[in-house]
């Protein structure tokens, strides 16, 4: 079993900056890909960004490209990530997501990673 624990939510300002954290407990080996959802009221869970585990790849939505930034710190088993110049539209429920072994390389979809955080929530004042 993986556990993944989101932190780092929290109200801020347009144009203000976040930094969520996830962090991963379990077993963790086999891990292909770790990546961030986010879901607003009355929409679809939709993808923000993966960080591939074996090569430090790293891929975005357009949506959040040139303002958020993937990372890892894979002795600590966490990923992060750093939410700059936020806007309204930003506003959602952010969860860290897993990839194992099944990982079929398709990164924007959540059907492709198999474990989920409990989200952590995110909104932006404008």
């Known amino acids: 079993q993986v556990q993944l624990r989101e932190s780092g939510g929290g109200l801020v300002q347009a144009g203000g900056s976040l930094r969520l954290s996830c962090a991963a407990s379990?077993?963790?080996?086999?891990?292909?890909?770790m990546a961030w959802f986010r879901q607003a009221p009355g929409k679809e869970r939709e993808f923000v960004a993966t960080?591939?585990?074996?090569?430090?790849?790293?891929y975005y939505a357009d949506s959040v490209k040139g303002r958020f930034t993937i990372s890892s710190d894979k002795a600590r088993r966490m990923v992060f990530l750093q939410m700059n110049n936020l806007k309204s539209e930003d506003t959602a429920t952010y969860y860290c997501?897993?990839?194992?072994?099944?990982?079929?390389?398709?990164?924007?979809?959540?059907?492709?990673?198999?474990?989920w955080g409990q989200g952590t929530r995110v909104t932006v004042s404008s």
């Open positions: 379990g077993r963790t080996f086999a891990t292909y890909a």
């Open positions: 960080f591939y585990w074996n090569n430090d790849n790293t």
């Open positions: 997501a897993r990839s194992g072994p099944s990982y079929t390389g398709n990164y924007r979809s959540p059907t492709d990673y198999d474990n």
